[in-house]
């Protein structure tokens, strides 16, 4: 996945989800976007600025536990921004 953070936003911290139709089909992208916000949830209050998620193929067989881990790699050293 790749992340970009805009740490010069004003409001709230902020996440949106890009997963495309590469990713699967609607079934599959849904489950991704799901996973990815219940994963992105508990690193929001500490994030700092919006967040935008892209979600990569490889995401559709990635378990809950690799996004997580993948996420919290990527936000939490590397702000205000980071890319795997």
């Known amino acids: 996945m790749i992340v970009h953070v805009n ?4 409001s709230d911290p902020r996440a949106g989800f890009i997963v ?6 609607a079934a599959v992208r ?3 976007k799901r996973r990815l916000r219940a994963a ?3 690193l929001l209050p500490s994030a700092s600025g919006d967040i935008v998620v892209r ?3 490889a995401s559709a067989t ?3 536990a690799d996004l997580r881990s993948e996420l919290e790699a990527l936000l939490l050293p590397s702000q ?3 890319r795997r």
């Open 40 to 42: 992105t949830a508990p």
């Open 7 to 10: 740490a010069a936003a004003q």
């Open 55 to 57: 979600a990569l193929p």
């Open 80 to 82: 205000p921004q980071g």
């Open 62 to 64: 990635a378990t809950f």
């Open 20 to 25: 495309s139709k590469i990713v699967g089909g």
């Open 30 to 32: 849904n489950l991704v």
